[in-house]
């Protein structure tokens, strides 16, 4: 499964919330504590999601977007 992520680095906590766009596609908002330097804030997001979706870290792979804050993740279920 794909996924479409904006992430938001630096905040004061960490916060998953799930959004329409306009196009009725689900966007995850992720905030994440972790400063966006050498992919701290990846591997944050990443345990983040692990956690939503009661899924190894192992089976998260970010596919685009590495140093960007538009992001597609795909989980392997």
Aim: proline share 4%.
């Amino acid at each position: 499964m794909k996924i479409n992520v904006k992430i938001f680095p630096c905040s004061k906590k960490q916060n998953l919330e799930i959004l329409k766009d306009i196009f009725g596609n689900e966007v995850y908002e992720v905030r994440v504590i972790s400063v966006p330097e050498d992919g701290k804030a990846n591997r944050e997001l990443i345990e983040i999601l692990s956690k939503h979706f009661n899924t190894p870290k192992s089976n998260i792979t970010i596919k685009s977007g590495l140093s960007s804050r538009a992001k597609v993740v795909e989980i392997i279920n």
